[in-house]
Structure formats: structure tokens, C-alpha cells
DNA sequence: AAAGCTATAATTGTATACAATAATACAATG
DNA sequence: CATTGTATTATTGTATACAATTATAGCTTT
């Protein structure tokens, strides 16, 4: 079975997977904050030549995650515990919003990837396998996103929903989290099946939010 | 005086140029939906060679604005009267907020850069200059979204509403628009400055909702 | 004449070379 | 000793060269 779920890794273009690996090194914070991105040291590292390093050091700028000054370089922008508030704020309001046009515009295929990931999620919250369990949150939410066929309103949420997760994702790692989450996805996907609009709004409003305080909780426990 | 508001021209490297120039254009139509935008081609054309071309490319990409086919090439991305009304349904969800933390976040900076976008609107109306008035209802919610002192939040803010701004610029030139959306614009402005959260996310959201139902009524008396 | 193969051209992807700007080190001057 | 100016080095910005992939055209075959 080639179709795996999971196998998604059809590396597109070397200034993509760089972008990509780039992004993750920022959000995992292996880099300080202000740190400076010397293309020639990337390039070593990495083999290859700057040519794609410059072309995803472009694209990190675009998302906030490095500063570029002119001819002098580009600084990593580090986040703050308020920043990452701020992003959950977002979702809240995208994400309500989202859920009621992908109820509105859906077709069976959605449908049935939602409720597969769901399955998936029943079967690793038993395992406890969290990391497998954050790239299902991820599909999950994505499914609502890509169901909305709003290009702008999915690449925005995917992107908001990625920050969030990878920043976050040591304050999620709690099993009685994982049991509470899973039950929240499942009257998720009720209310979605339903075609309740308002009642899934109601809903994923409030998976969000109790996630938000969950890492809230964890950062005030956690400071930096 | 060298500091005039509208003096915003400090252009950056060749790329951040070549990313705009493309950005206007696709979100003006001057490419058909779908165009293959081929590299050598502007690269002649804008006379530059093609690597500040494909760095611009790669930034159009992640903003949704082209599509890229790995060794193929990149095509623009239309956009349908839908896209523009999910867009606005997303100003609606986020300026609400945006509105509410910026009140709590703002300083005096920002409230004296409204105060003065906002008398040249008064200005500017009374003139119907309405290039002008468009740049200056842009600025008018950018000094809003930087006062929330969100990174993300005032980044995405501002392409939705940049997007919005040039898609729908020509539905908004009206003078009994210009003159609603002035007083429009004051009234949010009085509630920035009482510091009413409750009734500034209000009064944003009925104006962007009014602007919402302008652009659809030009739409659907001007299908294209 | 239609379908398929092959050679050629065109285009994208990556690497390197050159140009312009900024950082550094060090000497000269007060 | 501090400061300023200058030469050198390092780094970014842009252009060009080369490699890999895809599109095109013409020929062959049936």
C-alpha cells in the first residue's frame, strides 16, 4: 500500500525542502532569537550552493520568521509565549469561521479523509504515540481548511495551525490531554457529519480554546 | 518636509522590487488566469537577470498567487468574486480582534498616525481623490494592525487587505461610498480613542461588512 | 494519415562568478 | 590612549554558466 496516509514526502524543489527545514529548525528554536543566517555557512552545511538558500531565506521572510536588513543579512525572529497566544486568538475566529464554510462546501472525499484521520487518532491516543498524534491534529484541521476551497483561508489556517503546533507541541504531551482531545475531535466530526453549522462552530471553538489554555498553563509553568 | 506619509518609496533589493511589481499586476488582471509566466521572459523584458526573478516567484507562491509546477514553471492564480467575499468574511473574523488587542496594546505612536490618516481622508474626500483615499483606508487599518504588535497577525492582516483593496478598488469609486466610509472612519476612530473595545470591534466589523456588501453588488451587477 | 520514436530546442533548477556593500583590522594622528 | 581613516576581508546582491528536465518538430513506421 503506497497511499499511506502518512507518506507525504514528495520533496518538491531543493529551495522547498529548504525552506521547509529551515522553518522547523526556527520553530523547533534551535536558532536564537537574532541570530544570524550566514548563507555561505548554510550552504556548507547543507552541500549545496546559496542559490537555494537564498530562494527559501526569501520565502521565511514572507512568514515572519526571519528579518532581512539590506546587504546585511537575515536574523531569525524568535516568538514569544504572547505571540503564540495571539495565534490561538486567530484560529479561534479563522477557525469558527472555516468550519461553517467547509460544512457549506464539502464533498464525500473530505468526508471520508476526516473520518479516516479520526479512526487513526481512536488507534494512537491507545498507543500514546504523540508524535504521530500532533501530525493527525494537523491533518484533521487541515481536512476543514482544504474543505472551505478558499486558497487564501487554507494556506493561512494550515500556516497558523503549523506555527502553533510545532511551537507548542511539549506542552500537549499529557495523556489525560490526549483522551479529553480525541473526544473533542470526535463531536467535532459528529457535528460535521450532522451539517450543524452553528453547533460545530460552537464546538471547535471550544477544542481550541481549551487547547490554548493547556499551553497557556504549560508556559506559565515553563518560562523561558 | 521629507517625511511625507506618502513617502514610502525606500525600495529594497531587486527581488522585494520584481515581487511587488508582480504582485500588482496579478491582483489588477493584467495576466490571464493561468498564465505561464516564463522566466527568461521577464528577465528581458524588466531587463534583469533571472534570479531575482525566481526569488520573487518563490514569494508569490507561498502568498497563493501563482502556482508552481516543479520543472515546469509557475502560473498565476486567478481569483473568482468568491475568493474576494471569503476574504472579506476573514477581515470580518480578524479585525474584530485585532481591533480589541490593538486598543489594549496601542501608544501613542500609533494613535497620533490615525489621528493624521484619518484628517487626510476628511481631505482627500472632499477632493474624491480616490487613488489617494484608497492608499490612506489601507494605512488607516495598517496602523490598527501594528498596534497589535503581532508579528503574524499584522503580517496577514495586511496582504488580506491589500488583496481585497486592489481586487475590488474599482467597485468602491462612488461618492456616497466615500462619503459613508469617511464617517464610517471617524466613528471607529472615536472608539480607538474611548478605548471601547466592545464597541470599536462593532463599528469595524459593520463597516468592513458594508465594503463587503458594496464589492458583492458591483460584482454581481458587473460579472465578468 | 495517425501514432510513436528521436533529435533538437526551450525552460527550469542549481552552481559558480562577478559586483557592490558592509564588517574588520590596523595604522596614523591627535 | 582614543579616534579616525584606510586597506583588507567577508558577505550579500546580481548575473551568468552549466545541468537536468520538459516541450517541440520532424521523421519513421504501420
Known sequence: MSDNIFENVKHGSLSTQIFELLRDRILNGDYEDGQKLNELALAKE????????????????????????????????????????????????????AIELAIDRMDDEHLNKIKDVYDLMEFYSMKLDYEKLRELNIMFHEVIYEATQSPYFMQILKDIHYYVSMTSRHAIRQKDRVETSLSEHKVILDKIIAADKEGAREVIESHIRKTQQFVRDYFLAHPK
Open 46 to 97: 547543507l552541500k549545496i550552493s546559496r542559490t537555494p538558500i537564498r530562494e527559501a531565506l526569501k520565502q521565511l521572510e514572507l512568514q515572519e520568521l526571519v528579518e532581512s536588513i539590506p546587504n546585511k543579512g537575515v536574523y531569525v525572529k524568535g516568538f514569544s509565549a504572547r505571540d503564540i497566544d495571539d495565534m490561538f486568538e486567530m484560529r479561534i475566529s479563522l477557525e469558527g469561521l
